[in-house]
């Protein structure tokens, strides 16, 4: 991937700006902080986080309403899906105390390839792709070994597929094949033909899911979709943050009918991996993962070494070749070679 060259001085620059709106926000905090020890506080309780906005976080409390929050410092970030123990200060108003440990904690580099925490306690992440823009195997791919390692169970969704023709029909037909024959799940879905929602819903069901994908394959779309009534539940929180009109610049968890909770997150241009290893990959990798038990040597690289089994199921074609050429690909890209 390329990255993008900056000069000294910009990065000088931009380092300054950050400098400032740390001070700025640390000062608005403690402020926040002062005003909110001159006020009795309401009980301890618990509540979900529904949304992050930077300054302001969205409790939801065990009865499903929303407070807009701000956290007690040094709480560490605390993102979407966390768990937290907070208390109310005004009507819809309060201050988190406690966030619960996490199940797992999903992360995307940032700028300057710093780790951005996105949401916690995920147990599936939904891939997202769609006709247009055209799905991409190495995206799904790395979306794999990331959700492989998290641990989280991820589902292969194909979106938009009305958009089908005779050109782009193999391809769709072979990503299908590909990831149902490793024993991924694959949904094809269309909101404009109403398909593929209800094999969605199942798989949603009492469980916390995450759509992830790149910007524009449709999840906010999917989201709506599958809840129409979700406009009074967009009015609400905007109205809870006071930040207008709820667009996907942070993620939000909203709470499925059927039981269950879905993540909708803000779209991306690509994805990368990050502190990955070579042992991360190939775990990612799950086919390949149950082979590499069978190579000769322990410390087989699957390179070119005699009697590596990853290499013969290659042969013998238990292993597709996009597979294969994808994995080498995010081990030239991600991992240094000493
Ligand atoms: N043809 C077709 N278009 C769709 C479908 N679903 C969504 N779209 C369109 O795709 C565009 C992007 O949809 P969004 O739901 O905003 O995409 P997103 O993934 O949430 O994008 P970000 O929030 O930027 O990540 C919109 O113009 C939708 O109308 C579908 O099933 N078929
Ligand atoms: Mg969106
Ligand atoms: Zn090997």
Not at 249 to 266: E, F, H, K, N, V
Not at 271 to 283: C, H, P, R, S
């Amino acid at each position: 991937m390329a990255k993008r060259r900056i000069s000294d001085q910009q990065k000088r620059r931009i380092e300054n700006i950050q400098q400032k709106r740390r001070e700025k926000a640390s000062k608005n905090l403690a402020l926040k902080e002062q005003q909110l020890s001159g006020q009795t506080l309401g009980a301890e309780q618990p509540g979900q986080i529904i949304t992050n906005f930077g300054q302001s976080l969205i409790v939801e409390d065990t009865n499903k309403n929303l407070f807009r929050c701000v956290a007690r410092q040094n709480l560490g970030s605390i993102v979407c899906g966390d768990h937290v123990i907070w208390q109310q200060s005004q009507d819809n108003e309060g201050v988190i105390v406690a966030v619960e440990p996490r199940s797992s904690l999903l992360q995307k580099p940032g700028f300057g390839g710093k780790l951005k925490p996105m949401a916690a306690n995920i147990d599936q992440i939904i891939i997202v792709s769609s006709l247009q823009p055209e799905p991409s195997s190495y995206l799904i791919d790395r979306y794999l070994v990331a959700a492989e390692n998290l641990p989280a169970t991820p589902i292969i969704l194909l979106n938009k597929i009305d958009l089908i023709n005779e050109q782009n029909r193999p391809l769709i037909d072979s990503i299908e094949n590909e990831y149902t024959r490793i024993g991924y799940k694959v949904i094809k879905a269309s909101k404009i033909i109403d398909h593929g929602f209800d094999q969605l819903l199942t798989a949603l069901k009492q469980k916390t899911s995450i759509f992830v994908g790149l910007s524009g394959v449709g999840k906010s779309s999917l989201i709506n979709h599958l809840m129409p009534e979700l406009n009074i539940r967009t009015g609400e929180l905007s109205e809870a943050s006071g930040e207008g009109t709820h667009t996907t610049t942070s993620s939000t968890l909203y709470t499925l009918p059927c039981g269950g909770q879905l993540i909708d997150s803000p779209g991306v241009r690509d994805f990368g991996l990050w502190n990955t290893t070579a042992e991360d990959i190939l775990y990612g990798f799950k086919e390949l993962r149950e082979f590499s038990g069978q190579c000769k040597f322990s410390n087989c690289a699957h390179q070119s070494e005699p009697d590596c089994a990853i290499l013969q199921a290659l042969q013998d074609e238990k292993i597709s070749p996009q597979r294969f050429a994808n994995y080498r690909k995010m081990l030239a890209e991600y991992v240094a070679t000493v």
